[in-house]
């Protein structure tokens, strides 16, 4: 059994060579991790980091209250895996990363032991109270790492969403909605909501849906277009659709889907009739802005 007195004496040797071990990793280990992915971690903020958790390491064994331990290295962990995503390291490098620090903390154990004499015994008792915190370590590193590669994923997905579904104004009172590609679940609440919000926003009178993007249509799809007609409706603003497919026409029909209560045309053109706006051919415009200039008589 190990003394108190030893236990003591090896976590001050661990504390007190923390920089050396990491400065140590940093040398064998971080270039063949960087070489193959462009990472923004500096030498000094992973030789820190590094530090910082073999100082926790150390101070386990100076203390009997292991909890609040297990509750420092988790948080540790959590910081890590979440600064592993935000600079770009996938799960596979920033798991394997771990194992030398691992690695490195029982070789300089051995180290320590050697110069204090100790047997198998002492070291096993060592590694009883180091391995569950390194475990827990691992644990917390990759559940932040997972949770917050989600979290990023779901910011950029709406993001994403967000660009998908513009409002474009058109002019004081009319924007255009124009739709491309599928229109799926959450796609379709992003256009619900963004359309609501940006026509609020803009005091709108007219929002043109253009669907001449959209290439397929079911049931859902109608009815979600049907939920944002009466949503519309009820803020003030009048849906036209426009831009129909003769073929997402026929699916219409075949399945039973009756737009008769909302706004439809097969055109922009039309589409920007109905508010009371028209397109003027090119040659009409130049004319006029001849005959403004006194070009033509």
């Given at each position: 059994m190990m003394s108190e007195n030893h236990m003591v004496k090896i976590g001050e040797a661990i504390i007190e060579r923390s920089e050396e071990l990491s400065i140590r990793l940093s040398r064998e280990h971080d270039g063949k991790y960087s070489s193959s992915q462009n990472l923004s971690y500096s030498a000094e903020e992973t030789i820190e980091h590094r530090k910082g958790f073999f100082?926790?390491?150390?101070?386990?064994?100076?203390?009997?209250?292991?909890?609040?331990k297990l509750n420092q290295v988790y948080m540790w962990g959590k910081n890590a895996g979440k600064e592993a995503v935000k600079h770009g390291i996938s799960a596979d490098t920033a798991v394997l990363s771990l194992n030398p620090i691992r690695k490195a903390l029982y070789e300089a154990i051995r180290e320590e032991f050697n110069k204090l004499g100790l047997g198998f015994d002492a070291y096993?008792?060592?590694?009883?109270?180091?391995?569950?915190?390194?475990d827990h370590a691992v644990y917390s590193f990759t559940q932040a790492f997972v949770e917050y590669n989600d979290e990023t994923f779901s910011q950029?997905?709406?993001?994403?969403?967000?660009?998908?579904?513009?409002?474009?104004?058109?002019?004081?009172?009319?924007?255009?909605?124009?739709?491309?590609?599928?229109i799926d679940t959450f796609r379709s609440?992003?256009?619900?909501?963004?359309?609501?919000?940006?026509?609020?926003?803009?005091?709108?009178?007219?929002?043109i849906i253009d669907l001449s993007g959209v290439h397929m249509i079911d049931t859902a799809v109608a009815h979600n277009l049907f939920q944002l007609n009466d949503a519309l409706k009820i803020v003030g603003i009048k849906a036209i659709i426009s831009g129909l497919r003769p073929e997402l026409a026929q699916t219409i029909v075949s399945l039973g889907i009756s737009f008769n209560h909302m706004t439809v045309t097969n055109s922009l053109e039309q589409a920007l009739m109905k508010t009371g706006l028209t397109i003027q051919p090119e040659d009409t415009v130049e004319t006029k802005e001849n005959f403004k200039k006194g070009l033509l008589i």
């Open positions: 100082v926790l390491l150390g101070e386990a064994l100076l203390t009997g209250d292991i909890e609040e096993f008792d060592v590694s009883d109270r180091l391995d569950p915190i390194i950029a997905q709406d993001e994403l969403l967000e660009l998908s579904v513009p409002v474009v104004p058109l002019t004081g009172n009319v924007a255009i909605l124009p739709v491309i590609g599928t609440k992003k256009m619900l909501d963004q359309a609501l919000e940006r026509g609020t926003e803009l005091g709108l009178s007219y929002m």
